[in-house]
Nanobody, 127 residues
Framework: QLQLVESGGGLVQPGGSLRLSCVAS????????ISWFRQAPGKEREGVTS????????IYSDSVKGRFTISRDNAKNTVYLQMNTLKPEDTAVYYC????????????????????WGQGTQVTVSS
């Protein structure tokens, strides 16, 4: 079982950058696929990106591809989300989530199959 804590959110101007962190407590972090989701006011939760447990396989939603980069440091039990060229439509609460994948990559943008969630961090893109 994992507990997840996000940090790094804030207010940034359009075109700016932010790096979010997701720190996990618990064992066998390297066996979990970690994903980022976001939810804007009045909208459904959206899968943004996911990184696999075994070989760092990554997937991205079309809305962030080429602008966001997910990475992980298993020694620090941490996953990062580097967000560049931010747009006002990126404004949302960002959540990291985890699912046990074992030797499989386990990447997924489906929220329902992730049992572990952080509390979220607010990202606001505005001038």
């Amino acid at each position: 079982q994992l507990q997840l804590v996000e940090s790094g959110g804030g207010l940034v101007q359009p075109g700016g950058s932010l790096r979010l962190s997701c720190v996990a407590s618990g064992s066998n972090f390297d066996l979990y696929a970690i994903s980022w989701f976001r939810q804007a006011p009045g909208k459904e939760r959206e899968g943004v990106t996911s990184i696999g447990s075994s070989d760092d396989t990554t997937i991205y939603s079309d809305s962030v591809k080429g602008r966001f980069t997910i990475s992980r440091d298993n020694a620090k039990n941490t996953v990062y989300l580097q967000m560049n060229t931010l747009k006002p439509e990126d404004t949302a609460v960002y959540y990291c989530a985890a699912r046990f994948a074992g030797v499989l990559a386990g990447t997924s943008l489906l929220a329902d199959i992730h049992p572990y969630w952080g509390q979220g961090t607010q990202v606001t893109v505005s001038s």
